[in-house]
């Protein structure tokens, strides 16, 4: 008979260790594990090894609410997150819970036993009562890989940052970064250090924010507050900074584009440079804005390290890639930054009753369970702001979700379908996101099928969220034992 669990975790990443660590906190009775594909903790911050990968937002907001940022960083590079997850699943006990290896394939919902079985791809299986997918929306195994036309032909090297090889050798080499978002502009001033130049190729600019590499506010704090007071200080500051900027940015668009633009014309002293390279058509955070810690692309190309050129790819030949313009970009070595693919709860097939979830064709309910699909629930942070603030209220909603199953006898809660659908779960117009509109629900037009990007908001409501409402409840239908036998 299959092992059974409480809850089934899945992904042992930033998200999966902070669901086990209040899981334990607030029901230490349920059984549970978290179920990682990989062989290693960490998730995001495990995964990618390219040079300079580090956080897109600072540590005191990224970082638990239950374990504050020691570090000195306030952006920090991807080895120290991976560390403080890591260490946070050991001293929460959380370790031995983690099944690394195990992939899973498929999920199937039984209405009549009130039970998931997931099914591995060793072949083996597992049941829950409650599944909980932590794996985020994007797919470890494959980056977004644009079909470049002649890239046969070039004899250099051709590297996706999500799979950058160890010993690639880029020192003393002409290298050209394919992309203009948060990994490119990484990538950048990281590489330029020791290549002989680097060009940031990209079709279209991005808007750039700077940000300094360690908290101010947190400094001073910290030499007259205890550690944990001193990090919500800076918390609470950076929460109150990032949640401003962006609702004026929605409301006065056209003042954060001045801003943003004179902050670049500031740092790069060339306005004709600025707005060639820096001046994107669409508003201000109709994308993920990026950060630059310290202003680091600016000073590579200021130094001349680096350059960017905005252009399309006409081909690729010997010597490097042809832009339309006729313009020859020598390279030796061709970093393609040009996103991630998308997708839904790590790829796991599900189903209910034998019938497949096309989760597509599902309302997403609070943004974080599916219409009509019993049990279920997946964990997205905010778009514009750090991932663990919205992921933090999630794992508490779902909790008392389940101490609301318990304390009334339920087996099941299924959220009701609402009917029409608006716009997409992650409402932003970056290409990744558009390219995957398809694989993911689609928020409804009225509470509690909305999803507001707005932490300040959401910390309020959330804890007192009706976890009742356009829920349906229902009974195992099977005895206990006869499900045990």
């Excluded at 374990?67 to 699943?89: F, L, N, V």
């Excluded at 401003?244 to 801003?259: N, S, T």
Aim: hydrophobic residues 40%; charged residues 20%; aromatic residues 10%.
């Amino acid at each position: 008979m299959a092992e059974h669990f409480d809850v089934l975790i899945i992904g042992a990443g930033l998200s999966g260790i902070g669901a086990a660590w209040r899981l334990q906190e607030q029901l230490p009775g349920k059984t549970y594990a978290i179920l990682e594909a990989r062989d290693a903790i960490g998730g995001t911050w495990d995964l990618f090894r390219y040079p300079g990968v580090r956080s897109d937002s600072d540590m005191f907001t990224l970082s638990y609410p239950f374990r504050p940022w020691r570090g000195a960083e306030s952006i920090a590079p991807g080895e120290q997150i991976r560390r403080y997850i890591e260490d946070t699943a050991i001293d929460g006990g959380i370790m031995p819970h983690i099944r690394f290896g195990s992939r899973v394939e498929t999920a199937d919902w039984s209405s009549a036993t009130a039970r998931w079985t997931l099914r591995l791809t060793d072949r083996s299986e597992l049941t829950a009562d409650f599944v909980y997918g932590c794996a985020g929306y994007y797919s470890y195994d494959t980056g977004y890989q644009p079909d470049f036309p002649g890239l046969d032909d070039f004899p250099g090297q051709v590297v996706h940052p999500q799979f950058w090889p160890a010993d690639l050798d880029y020192a003393g080499k002409r290298v050209v970064v394919i992309g203009s978002g948060a990994t490119a502009v990484t990538l950048v001033p990281a590489m330029a250090q020791d290549a002989a130049h680097v060009t940031m190729l990209q079709r279209s600019p991005t808007y750039l924010t700077v940000l300094p590499p360690r908290d101010v506010v947190f400094d001073v704090a910290r030499r007259i507050l205890p550690l944990h007071a001193a990090s919500k200080v800076a918390r609470v500051k950076n929460l109150a900074v990032t949640q401003g900027f962006y609702q004026l940015a929605r409301r006065r668009p056209k003042r954060v584009r001045q801003l943003l633009r004179a902050f670049a014309v500031r740092a790069l002293k060339d306005p004709a440079y600025v707005d060639e390279h820096f001046n994107p058509a669409y508003e201000p955070w109709d994308q993920r804005l990026c950060v630059i810690p310290d202003g680091d692309l600016y000073q590579v190309i200021r130094s001349g390290q680096a350059a960017v050129v905005t252009d399309h790819i006409d081909h690729f030949e010997a010597g490097g890639i042809r832009l339309r313009s006729g313009r020859l970009l020598e390279a030796d070595v061709v970093v393609c930054a040009t996103g991630l693919s998308l997708v839904p709860l790590g790829g796991i097939r599900a189903s209910v009753d034998g019938t497949p979830v096309d989760i597509g064709a599902h309302a997403a309910y609070r943004g974080l369970m599916l219409s009509g699909v019993p049990n279920l629930a997946y964990c997205i942070g905010y778009v514009n702001a750090s991932w663990t603030l919205r992921a933090d209220l999630v794992h508490r909603y779902v909790l008392r979700l389940l101490r609301h199953l318990d304390r009334h006898g339920f087996a099941a809660a299924v959220p009701n379908d609402p009917g029409g659908q608006g716009r997409p779960l992650l409402d932003l117009s970056a290409g990744y996101v558009q390219r995957a509109l398809d694989k993911f629900p689609r928020q409804g037009d009225r509470d509690p099928w909305l999803v507001r990007q707005n932490y300040l908001r959401d910390v309020l409501s959330f804890p007192r969220a009706d976890v009742t409402r356009d829920m349906t409840f229902t009974r195992r239908l099977a005895p206990l034992e006869e499900i045990a036998s």
